[in-house]
């Protein structure tokens, strides 16, 4: 957080996603305060687990992405 405030532009993030229905994302918010990260919040010290189950796009704001956007794409599983 104190990084992304000094205006250091972060990698750690890439701006899409593409992921298939059947599979879970991980994130861990390693840093003392909240972000969100596309339509889902991670609290301070929190792990978001996000399993897909349909077929779509998920879009929003990003408050650790240079670009402001955190976007996930979600095909048809391949099983």
């Known amino acids: 957080g104190d990084l992304i405030e000094q205006g250091e532009v972060l990698d750690i993030l890439p701006r899409e996603l593409k992921t ?6 991980l994130v861990r ?3 003392d305060r909240a972000h969100i990260l596309g339509p889902w919040f991670v609290g301070a010290g929190e792990t978001l687990r996000q399993r897909f189950v349909t077929v779509g796009v998920f879009e929003g704001a990003c408050s650790v992405h240079p670009s402001g956007a955190f ?4 095909d048809p599983s391949n099983a």
């Open 71 to 74: 976007t996930v794409y979600v």
């Open 29 to 31: 918010n390693e840093d």
């Open 20 to 25: 298939q229905v059947g599979e879970t994302i």
